[in-house]
């Protein structure tokens, strides 16, 4: 069974930094398009940031582009998402999903991805 499952979110205050973890299990991550969204409150799932297949191309949002790293670990068949310099605005449910395609490029388009994971809440706030 294709399972993503995502960890490391928490509470941390302005400025500070969170790993999230994306760890998939009943597929190999390694032939997939992995990307990482959020979802606040009364607002629409943005696309945050995406890593392409083999290829291993990034793209992020212009709010978190110098602030947020994607990387993916294939030998633990898990993607990263390193935030650093967090905000009050970067609070929201933060999901990770993905896509079987031998596209070199991603794309941070909800609709373009097929399996997905529970969420794991950040909060940023003093």
């Known amino acids: 069974q294709l399972q993503l499952v995502e960890s490391g979110g928490g509470l941390v205050q302005p400025g500070g930094s969170l790993t999230l973890s994306c760890e998939a299990s009943?597929?190999?991550?390694?032939?997939?398009?992995i990307g990482w969204f959020r979802q606040a409150p009364g607002k629409e799932r943005e696309g945050v940031s995406c890593?392409?297949?083999?290829?291993?191309?990034?793209n992020y949002a212009d709010s978190v582009k110098g602030r947020f790293t994607i990387s993916r670990d294939n030998a633990k068949n898990t993607v990263y998402l390193q935030m650093n310099s967090l905000k009050p605005e970067d609070t929201a449910v933060y999901y990770c999903?993905?896509?079987?395609?031998?596209?070199?490029?991603?794309?941070?388009?909800?609709?373009?991805?097929?399996?997905w994971g529970q969420g794991t809440q950040v909060t940023v706030s003093s």
């Open positions: 999903a993905a896509i079987l395609t031998p596209q070199i490029m991603c794309v941070r388009t909800p609709s373009a991805y097929r399996f």
């Open positions: 890593i392409s297949a083999s290829g291993g191309r990034t």
């Open positions: 009943g597929f190999t991550v390694h032939y997939y398009a």
